[in-house]
């Protein structure tokens, strides 16, 4: 069983940053891999990035490829997204996700655990 729960999220102008935490309950953090989703009104829920159980592989969507930095520390049983150059359309609730395996990365459904999400407003 793994309890994440997410921090950092807030009001943000256009072209600034954030940082979203997701802290994990538990010691086995470090053997599940870790992914960021988000959902706005309205919409389905959007892969955002993921990160292998070492951090030695990271993937991202295509809306955040080259602002948004996924890290994790195993000591500290927490994952990070740096998101920088936001934008009015990133506006949407962040979540963390954990499973065990590399398997459908990109799938929400494919998540066995998830925190409670963090809203992120960017302003225009």
């Known amino acids: 069983q793994v309890q994440l729960v997410e921090s950092g999220g807030g009001l943000v102008q256009a072209g600034g940053s954030l940082r979203l935490s997701c802290e994990a309950s538990?010691?086995?953090?470090?053997?599940?891999?870790m992914g960021w989703f988000r959902q706005a009104p309205g919409k389905e829920r959007e892969f955002v990035a993921v990160?292998?159980?070492?951090?030695?592989?990271?993937y991202y969507g295509d809306s955040v490829k080259g602002r948004f930095t996924i890290s994790r520390d195993n000591a500290k049983n927490t994952v990070y997204l740096q998101m920088n150059s936001l934008k009015p359309e990133d506006t949407a609730v962040y979540y963390c996700a954990a499973k065990e395996t590399w398997a459908s990365v990109v799938a929400a459904g494919a998540y066995r655990y998830w925190g409670q999400g963090t809203q992120v407003t960017v302003s225009s």
């Open positions: 538990g010691r086995t953090f470090s053997s599940y891999v």
């Open positions: 990160i292998s159980t070492r951090g030695g592989s990271v």
